[in-house]
């Protein structure tokens, strides 16, 4: 079973930074896999944030391009999220996510539909 597990989030300053974590496992890095990172903020629907592509292809939601970057380790299994300049607006649960079948990234962010299996969620609080 594909378990998801973040790790990083906390409470910072605006302008502050976060690196954040998703450990995966229960299943086999494959050249088809795509994941990415998703938000929820209070009373808002889960967007996409970021999405990374075995080829390393990535998409940005527009909202956090240039200030996040989003990596993976394919031999630890693992997803990174590296948040800079971080604002009050990114408060929000932050959600891995990983897709059963290949996903094409569009810009934009990923899309949560074409997401199959997530992560419980890390906590992003930024102040003013």
């Known amino acids: 079973q594909v378990q998801l597990v973040e790790s990083g989030g906390g409470s910072v300053q605006a302008g502050g930074s976060l690196r954040l974590t998703c450990v995966a496992s229960?299943?086999?890095?494959?050249?088809?896999?795509?994941m990415g990172w998703f938000r929820q903020g209070p009373g808002k629907e889960r967007e996409g944030v970021a999405g990374?592509?075995?080829?390393?292809?990535?998409t940005y939601a527009d909202s956090v391009k240039g200030r996040f970057t989003i990596s993976q380790d394919n031999a630890k299994n693992t997803l990174i999220l590296q948040m800079t300049s971080l604002k009050p607006e990114d408060t929000a649960m932050y959600y891995c996510a990983a897709s059963s079948d290949y996903v094409y990234l569009v810009p934009g962010g990923p899309k949560r539909h074409e997401f199959t299996h997530w992560g419980q969620g890390t906590q992003v609080t930024v102040s003013p």
């Open positions: 229960g299943y086999t890095w494959h050249p088809d896999l795509v």
């Open positions: 990374i592509d075995a080829n390393g292809r990535t």
